[in-house]
């Protein structure tokens, strides 16, 4: 593959890290992430997985080192691992280092030996709870043995696995030690993300649910000795060895903690809009060049300059106790 200039941004920030969402529909309706009654996308809107591969390599071409794959649940769009498949040329002829996704895992029974066959070294598996109750409550639809089923199978399968979880006030804070000590047993990583104000039309509060990880932290630090560590992963999160067991912990705090200053990533929908910040309307329109030519040369022309306009960093702010920066659309619709 001939190279393409690298993609720097207006803050000299260069863009190696590309998320795709391969679909807004998803098998779960998480009680922060979609209302119940989702209107889902025209199909003929979404980009066809022809266009997705095309789309992916020609980011690849121009410097993106790292592909994560979302939904919605991505592993619910038809023939998907044609595109894992598609996407195996670009490790093997190391244009690309890391092919990833992040899944809500009750597919992974199915997908994880294919996903490890196509390259895919490890995954991330949302998971908030491991109550059968409280999961049932909080997925809306969603079945934990079917989760715990692909967990299983991940791991059988030699995939890394590291388990994503919304900090939830007064619904997961109970679980803190519970979550620690299962993912330990497993081997698993844990990252815990604070609740973003995404898709708020009313449906929910926000400020209701939100659980600084300034507090999870503190109340980790009263039982094991915590380490920072200076590792990235390639996005936002920040870590903590516990010492006693040597295990990982990550914190997103998009809201405690702004994490703008080393951001090299955008995010692609599933429609082909290229969003340049998770915590900005802006956007730009990539599937009309796509569509427009066989030639990538205007797609890549579209591309630099949507780069141009990335900002410097986001609005989410609950500081003041209003939840600032709120975006109108849906996590499931940006991707997460």
Not at 108 to 115: M, S
Request: aromatic share 8%; charged share 25%.
């Amino acid at each position: 593959m001939t190279q393409a200039a690298p993609l720097i941004d207006p803050f000299a920030r260069a863009i190696t890290y590309l998320r795709v969402s391969v679909t807004d529909r998803c098998d779960f309706r998480c009680v922060y992430c979609m209302s119940e009654n989702m209107q889902f996308l025209p199909k003929k809107e979404l980009l066809t997985l022809e266009e997705l591969d095309r789309m992916c390599s020609t980011f690849i071409r121009m410097g993106v080192r790292k592909l994560r794959i979302t939904g919605g649940e991505p592993l619910v769009r038809r023939d998907i691992m044609t595109f894992f498949q598609g996407m195996t040329r670009h490790l093997e002829s190391g244009d690309l280092q890391e092919l990833t996704l992040t899944t809500n895992g009750s597919q992974l029974a199915r997908f994880a030996e294919p996903l490890a066959a196509a390259g895919v070294k490890r995954i991330n598996i949302s998971l908030d709870t491991i109550d059968e109750k409280k999961f049932a409550e909080i997925t809306r639809w969603g079945r934990l043995k079917q989760v715990m089923d692909g967990i299983d199978a991940a791991l059988a399968a030699g995939l890394k696995v590291k388990i994503n979880a919304v900090a939830l006030k007064n619904f997961n804070e109970d679980e803190l030690f519970t979550l620690q000590e299962w993912c330990l047993d497993r081997g698993m990583d844990l990252t815990f993300i604070e609740v973003m104000p995404m898709g708020d039309l009313g449906n929910e509060d926000r400020l209701d649910q939100y659980w600084s990880l300034k507090d999870l932290r503190a109340r980790l630090a009263e039982r094991f000795t915590l380490t920072d560590l200076a590792e990235r992963t390639g996005g936002p999160a920040r870590y903590v060895q516990l010492n006693e067991t040597g295990q990982k912990i990550g914190f997103i705090t998009p809201l405690s903690h702004n994490f703008c200053e080393s951001c090299n990533r955008v995010r692609l929908t599933c429609t082909g809009q290229l969003y340049m910040c998770l915590g900005q309307e802006d956007m730009v329109d990539l599937r009309a060049p796509l569509r427009a030519s066989e030639d990538d040369a205007l797609l890549e022309e579209r591309i630099r300059a949507a780069i141009g306009q990335k900002p410097k960093g986001h609005d989410f702010d609950y500081s003041r106790q209003v939840a600032d920066g709120q975006m109108s659309r849906h996590m499931s619709h940006t991707g997460g």
